[in-house]
């Protein structure tokens, strides 16, 4: 189909729509995002003949949702009621919620098989009592309380969310103008360092924003400008919109977020501060995990006394503007540019983001983080692609020597330092970020208790720790097979093993330091910047039985890459107060838990990937790692690579 104005789009679906099902009503037809929908008060029609939909979308050629009208939705109160009835109380149902956004019920059920019935028979005999669309989903085991705030807020808002929705389609089906084709890259943030990753890709009808995120350690800056991605250059930002509307990011069409960690997402909620109305696309877990973390860094600069550039009611805006993608969904999200998420490896919801651009013009590829093996929770980077020219790669450990222990050597070398501590009764201290390093590390200490190979102890998590896990229960389709399996086995769950113990409140801090029987704690945050980790830290560190160790990335500057590199003495200021530490804990790091792939997966993963690509642009690495490791793809494999300063931009086509 040529590409029309949106009315004509509109006006040839309609008929599309009288030409499969001539014998039904459209109430209303209008964009959501680059899906049309389609209201009617005849939706049994498309029930009893679920072929139909799928024969328009192929005629038109585009993504197509057929929805009941609002004026015959039964009331939520009597829908419930009316789904209970037929549901058999074996199917558990434990809660039916509606989202009037897509008419949708959702039902969560411990045995979703008995709410959708022999093939189906149930489901399709709720849709016609209710008219609502059911949708089933498992009972999550651990509540969270984001997910369901989350889900309130997008309730409370749906009216605004409609008309964001419906601009959003409209502007994607505008006619593109002809002329001269480009394709380039604007390196923002994160190149030839970690940190405040941003990159912009142009071409001549789009700009594409991927990722926005803050320096690690920023939050301790009293500097609001410093520490975030150069969003001040004149291709992103219009300073005579700035100076009229405040609206400076006004010609920016939509952002992409890779995954939830703050280097990446920290500063998203920045640009609805200015006044950017466009859409932010992520995977629901991505969202909900950016949620999360950006309010808790709000909350840590605050308690701080530090400024961040922005406050809870931007991340709200975002979240209002916020359109969500699964892995392997395709969709338009400007005129000439379509983007599809694939899995990363790297945290829950991480995504490596495919871009096709024109008709088939050129495909980039942004890896993100990676990690390309299986972890205790995912399953590895997904490096099959349609398509692909050019990568953009992260090279954390793209280093010369940058090798990691494999998993199993990894659990192995915690247990034995763990054991170690044990038995001379110390406690052992982890700071982990709340949202990956945590969990591998609960799976891998449930797993050593529950095979006895290490005594049974408390092991403490405190921060935000369990509030991220919740949603790794939320979302476990986003999980590795085994996980998934045992987190449904209510039994098996190995989150719900009682050797964790939730630390709510700040003054249990305290006794559990001076509990004269060992521990471990996780607490946030992963790189000592601040947070609960602080505190416990304080007041383990002169003891000599106590353990610190690292599991995870300290980046350059960060108070834990100073203790990792042996500093003894540290001056520190916690809560407003200055404090002495002299370090006599044993200090040390543990290998291998890295969401990262190292080196070698790192060049695994280009000379494996599928198609191979043309070009490689390394980027997320501190020191010389982005250029060593563009050097071994050109030197090695014969691609052209490169390490890209920030500010430097590419032309790829
Ligand atoms: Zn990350």
């Known amino acids: 189909m040529a590409m029309g104005e949106w009315e004509d789009i509109l006006q040839q679906t309609k008929e599309a729509v009288l030409e499969f099902a001539p014998s039904i009503t459209i109430t209303s037809i209008d964009f959501e995002a680059s899906l049309i929908v389609v209201y009617t008060k005849d939706i049994d029609y498309f029930t009893d003949n679920p072929n139909v939909v799928k024969q328009i979308a192929q005629k038109i050629r585009r993504r197509i949702s057929i929805r009941p009208d609002p004026s015959i939705l039964m009331k939520e109160e009597d829908a419930k009621e009316i789904i209970k009835r037929i549901v058999p109380a074996e199917a558990g149902i434990t809660d039916i919620y509606f989202e009037p956004e897509t008419c949708e019920v959702v039902i969560a059920a411990e045995a979703p098989g008995l709410v959708i019935g022999k093939e189906g028979q149930l489901l399709n005999e709720i849709k016609k009592q209710v008219k609502w669309a059911p949708r089933v989903v498992r009972t999550p085991p651990i509540p969270s309380r984001i997910v369901s705030e989350i889900r309130e807020f997008l309730k409370e808002n749906q009216e605004d969310r409609r008309q964001f929705l419906r601009e959003v389609g409209r502007k994607l089906n505008r006619p593109i103008l002809n002329g001269e084709n480009w394709v380039r890259v604007i390196a923002l943030g994160g190149y030839r360092e970690v940190g405040r990753s941003a990159t912009l890709l142009m071409t001549r009808n789009s700009r594409v924003l991927i990722d926005c995120g803050v320096v690690a350690g920023n939050v301790q800056s009293n500097e609001p400008w410093s520490g975030v991605p150069y969003l001040y250059v004149p291709e992103i930002w219009s300073q005579d919109s700035f100076q009229n509307e405040n609206n400076p990011f006004k010609y920016l069409d939509a952002v992409v977020l890779t995954h939830a960690h703050l280097d990446h997402s920290g500063l998203l909620p920045f640009l609805y501060k200015y ?379």
């Open 275 to 653: 006044n950017f109305k466009g859409p932010l696309y992520a995977t629901p877990a991505t969202r909900d995990l950016a949620v999360l973390l950006q309010m808790d860094y709000l909350k840590l600069a605050h308690s701080e006394g530090n400024k961040v550039p922005y406050d809870s009611k931007d991340i709200k805006e975002m979240l209002k503007r916020t359109i969500t993608l699964e892995y392997g969904e395709t969709t338009d999200i400007t005129q000439d540019v379509r983007l599809t998420f694939h899995n990363a490896g790297h945290i829950l919801g991480s995504s490596i983001a495919h871009f096709h651009i024109g008709e088939g013009l050129h495909n980039i590829v942004v890896s993100g983080d990676i990690k390309f093996e299986k972890t205790w929770l995912f399953s590895a980077a997904n490096n099959k692609f349609p398509r692909a020219e050019t990568v953009i790669i992260e090279s954390t450990y793209g280093g010369r020597d940058d090798f990691q222990p494999s998993r199993r050597e990894a659990g192995e070398n915690l247990k034995n330092i763990v054991s170690n501590v044990i038995s001379r009764n110390g406690k052992v201290l982890v700071p982990v970020f709340a949202v990956g390093r945590s969990q591998e590390v609960m799976l891998v200490l449930e797993e050593y208790i529950r095979n006895n190979e290490l005594p049974k102890i408390p092991v403490y998590i405190d921060g935000m720790i369990w509030e991220a896990t919740a949603i790794h229960a939320a979302y476990p389709e986003y999980l590795n097979k085994e996980l998934r399996e045992r987190i449904f086995k209510k039994s098996d769950n190995p989150f719900l093993s009682d050797i964790f113990v939730r630390v709510d409140t700040p003054d249990r801090r305290e006794k559990i330091v001076n509990d004269p029987d060992p521990s471990v704690i996780l607490a946030t945050s992963g790189m000592m910047n601040g947070g609960p980790v602080m505190e416990y830290f304080i007041n383990m560190a002169e003891n000599p039985k106590n353990a610190l160790i690292f599991v995870g990335y300290q980046a350059e500057g960060t108070i834990g890459r100073r203790i990792q590199k042996g500093e003894k003495a540290l001056t520190l200021s916690y809560m407003g107060k200055m404090n002495t530490i002299n370090i006599s804990m044993e200090i040390a790091t543990v290998e291998g838990f890295s969401g990262h792939a190292d080196r070698k997966q790192l060049i695994q993963f280009i000379t494996s990937m599928h198609p191979r690509p043309n070009k490689v642009i390394t980027c997320h690495g501190d020191g010389d790692n982005c250029e060593y490791l563009a050097d071994t793809f050109y030197r090695k494999y014969g691609i052209d690579s490169i390490a890209p300063k920030n500010l430097e931009s590419l032309r790829l086509y």
